[in-house]
């Protein structure tokens, strides 16, 4: 069980960062990814980040305005929200799993509760 954080409401052009932790067990063998879902769409991928942080992808979307990074140390990835605009306004979840999700930005397990982002215009 992973558990989100850092979430808000922000205005146009602003920015967040978000948390992820895991309640039990350690991120650090795992790739972690953050999804998120806005009202009335699918869940898409958003960026990606494998267990050494050594290789990252990121929706086209987002590119050049979030980023993704881990700290193994402290067991924890963050998600650097940038330039926000109303379209990133939506639920982002994290998530943890193989490799294979990093490539293609997919994944079919739980999903937990999520941290809201509201982006204001």
């Known amino acids: 069980q992973l558990v989100e954080s850092g979430g808000g409401l922000v205005q146009s052009g602003g920015s967040l960062r978000l948390e992820c932790t895991p309640s039990?067990?350690?991120?650090?063998?795992?790739?972690v990814g953050w999804f998120r879902q806005a009202p009335g769409k699918e869940r898409e991928g958003v960026a990606c980040?494998?267990?050494?942080?050594?290789?990252?992808n990121y929706a086209d979307s987002v590119k050049g305005r979030f980023t993704i990074s881990r700290d193994n140390a402290k067991k924890m990835v963050y998600l650097q929200l940038n330039s926000l605009q109303p379209e990133d306004t939506g639920r982002y979840y994290c998530?943890?799993?193989?490799?294979?999700?990093?490539?293609?930005?997919?994944?079919?397990?739980?999903w937990g509760p999520g941290t809201q982002v509201t982006v204001s215009s």
């Open positions: 980040i494998s267990s050494t942080g050594g290789s990252t």
């Open positions: 039990e067990e350690t991120l650090n063998y795992y790739a």
């Open positions: 998530v943890a799993d193989t490799q294979e999700m990093c490539v293609t930005l997919t994944f079919f397990g739980s």
